[in-house]
C-alpha cells in the first residue's frame, strides 16, 4: 500500500485511528503505523491522542494554512473596525453632543413658532 492510498483515505474520512487505517487498506497494523510515520515525517499527516489510540488525520498544505490565517486576519480586522465604528457611534461625548443639537434644534423651532 502506498503513501496515495493513505492519503485517499483520510482525504474521504478527516480522521482515522491507526487500526482504523490498516483495516480499511487491508494491511497489517505494524505496515499501516510505518506509513503513517514515515508520511508524517514528511509533514503529510499528523495525529493527536485520544486515550491510548492515535487518530490520524492530513495535514493542511502551506496554501492551506496561508489562507486560513489570512482568512482570520480579515475577520480580525472586521471585527475590529466594526467594534471601532459601534463605539464612535455611541460614545458618550457623540451622544451628549447629539442630545445638545437636539435640544437647541428644539429651541429654535419652539422660537420661530411664536
Known sequence: MSEEGVRSLLSREPSLTTLEVSSKLKISRNTAIKLLEIMRTKGLVDYRRVGPAKL???KPSADEERIKAQEK?????EATRDEVRERLAFSGPTVELIEKT???MEKEIKRKKK
Open 56 to 58: 490520524w488525520f492530513l
Open 73 to 77: 486576519a480579515y475577520k480580525t480586522v
Open 102 to 104: 437636539l435640544r437647541e
